[in-house]
């Protein structure tokens, strides 16, 4: 069986606390998702050409 739900998806930037970026509602039992995310960076114009910039990411899930 499938079933369907709706789910929303949340644009935020700078977070410095966890956000959720989708979540879904109305589906019941067993249920699956997929998510082709886009990570865009904007390069401040006071950047340093040839300096390593580092960034962490971190994805998680709940169930």
Do not use: K, Q, R
Request: aromatic residues 4%; hydrophobic residues 35%.
């Amino acid at each position: 069986m499938n079933n369907t739900g709706t789910a929303t998806d949340v644009n935020f930037t700078a977070e410095l606390t966890p956000v959720p970026t989708v979540t879904a509602t109305g589906g019941s039992g067993i249920n699956s998702a997929t998510w082709n995310p886009t990570l865009t960076v904007d390069i401040p114009p006071t950047a340093v050409a040839g300096t390593n910039y580092t960034a962490t990411i971190t994805h998680s899930t709940v169930p």
